[in-house]
């Protein structure tokens, strides 16, 4: 009998680990956008031309907002899903740039990715952001970042970092 307690708490507890869902500056990637609104952080919202119900929504402020405050937050959803968070902010000296790109390992592990090279193929292929596999980002930094069905990618570039989260599932909005 305990035996077989023990074993369904293993998988119980394997299964609550393979959980995907991240938390980033406070919102849960694949979160209910309805959520955002009731809580009155949603400033702006323009629908994107798509195949699926796509928005994107400037938000006034967020729970948590590592970007610090006078970044730009603003969220991607599909269907009234959240597949996208992400931030932009003035950074002169790059201060942000590291500091948001230790708050993506934090989340997802090392990098698969830099401006210089590509640690893992694999992960790499999976990733929605095209310019990482050709090597033709425009910013002069970044990192890039995924984990399960997560990925981020942090730039710099003429003075101002760009961070951003997704789900895979934005990939079926493009």
């Known amino acids: 009998m305990m035996k077989k307690f023990f074993s369904a708490m ?12 991240v938390e980033v500056f406070g919102i849960t990637l694949g979160g209910d956008f309805d959520k955002l609104k ?5 400033e702006k919202i323009d629908l994107i031309p798509s195949k699926k119900h796509f928005i994107l929504a400037d938000l006034k402020k967020v729970p948590s907002p590592e970007a610090g405050d006078s970044a ?14 992400a931030a932009t902010v003035k950074d002169d000296s790059s201060s942000y740039y590291k500091n948001l790109s230790s708050y993506a ?22 990733i929605p952001y ?23 990618i942090i730039s710099t570039s003429n003075g101002e ?13 493009l």
Request: with cysteine; charged share 30%.
């Open 38 to 42: 009731k809580r009155e952080l949603v």
């Open 130 to 152: 095209g310019c990482v596999r050709e090597k033709s980002c425009l910013d002069t930094k970044y990192n890039v970042y995924r984990k399960g069905n997560v990925n981020s």
């Open 10 to 21: 293993i998988c119980c507890l394997f299964l609550i680990g393979c959980d995907s869902s």
């Open 72 to 85: 730009n937050y603003f969220v991607q959803v599909i269907d009234g899903k959240i597949v996208s968070v």
């Open 105 to 126: 390992r934090s989340k997802l592990g090392e990098s698969v990715a830099t401006e210089n090279s590509v640690t893992d193929s694999d992960a790499v292929k999976k």
């Open 161 to 173: 970092t760009k961070i951003q989260f997704d789900t895979d599932d934005l990939k079926s909005a």
